[in-house]
């Protein structure tokens, strides 16, 4: 049997072999490699890798607890949106280290012309899990707001990056949309401090909004270490963006958190959080984080610091430019 290149799957004499964080599993383990693979592949080893993400979750079977390794060589291009409701599934981009930006492992889509194709990857499905990846998007189809969708229950995204270059006129576009159930976001980047935001409103890094995925809310979400970034042409754009009074259902906890509207950018935004109403069945909880070139982080009700006082001005220390 030989010893490099996994031809057997990812083991040497049937033993398990991962770099870095990737852990051993149960499940299948399939490979995707854009440069060099073929989604006629089988995608079980590096040889014979697949070319997509679509059709390596396609392969994977659900509540398997099966792994999606990524090669960071080049950058995957998928023609529609992958619907992801398949259960425990992990996806791991091979990059050398972990990134908060600027991953080797990237996953994009282009102009499309299915009115289904609402963001890049959407998922509804159970505690399936992203690391190390660049989500993108440069979708112009009206339809088209997201990069992401999640809908699905204790997701995990770790060291991701989410980059929506399109729909920058667009007030209700954003990045990522958080309809998650327990989902967690660790030591990610949502927005972009090099694109230019034009929209005259609402176009925010995240959108907290109800039902956008449906029957799905955001409910006891957490975003730890991450970056929020923007170029904002407009006082009224923000980093995160509520619009009714029950979009969060009892906790989503922003803590260790950098919200930064770039010095390039010709504004200072007013607001770093928006919620259109106070909330009235969960708090937006903010600890240790700060926030840079925004007059004022929340103003609304359901806005909390970590101490616990509800918030009249800022939900996290702002910081303005100089």
């Not at 080893?45 to 697949?50: C, E, I, Y």
């Not at 440069?138 to 399109?166: A, H, I, P, R, W």
């Not at 006129?169 to 990045?175: F, G, L, M």
Request: glycine share 10%.
């Amino acid at each position: 049997m030989a010893l490099t290149r996994f031809p057997h799957g990812v083991s040497s004499f049937g033993i398990p072999v991962f770099g870095g964080s990737v852990p051993s599993t149960f499940g299948d383990v399939y490979f995707v490699d854009y440069r060099n693979g073929s989604d006629g592949n089988s995608g079980k080893s590096t040889d014979n890798a697949v070319k997509t993400l679509s059709k390596a979750y396609a392969l994977c079977t659900s509540n398997n607890n099966d792994v999606i390794l990524i090669d960071g060589d080049s950058g995957i291009v998928e023609t529609a949106m992958i619907s992801w409701s398949k259960n425990r599934i992990h996806v791991y981009g091979l990059d050398g280290t972990s990134r908060k930006y600027g991953q080797g492992a990237r996953v994009s889509i282009g102009v499309t012309t299915d009115t289904a194709d609402v963001a890049l990857l959407q998922v509804t499905g159970v505690r399936n899990s992203f690391h190390n990846i660049k989500f993108s998007s440069s979708n112009t189809l009206t339809e088209g707001k997201f990069t992401v969708q999640d809908g699905g229950e204790y997701t995990v995204f770790e060291c991701c990056e989410f980059y929506l270059s399109s729909q920058l006129a667009v007030t209700d576009a954003s990045e990522f949309l958080c309809n998650g159930d327990s989902s967690q976001y660790r030591d990610c980047t949502f927005g972009s401090n090099v694109a230019i935001v034009t929209a005259n409103g609402e176009r925010p890094c995240v959108s907290v909004v109800r039902e956008t995925v449906t029957g799905k809310v955001a409910r006891d979400v957490s975003f730890i270490g991450c970056n929020f970034w923007r170029n904002s042409a407009d006082v009224d754009n923000s980093f995160i963006y509520s619009s009714g009074a029950t979009d969060v259902e009892r906790l989503m906890l922003f803590e260790d958190c950098l919200f930064c509207n770039t010095l390039k950018s010709s504004t200072v935004m007013t607001l770093g959080i928006v919620a259109d109403a106070a909330l009235t069945e969960g708090q937006i909880i903010l600890k240790n984080c700060a926030s840079y070139n925004v007059t004022d982080f929340a103003t609304q009700t359901g806005i909390w610091q970590a101490s616990g006082a509800a918030q009249a001005n800022n939900g996290c220390e702002v910081i303005q430019s100089a």
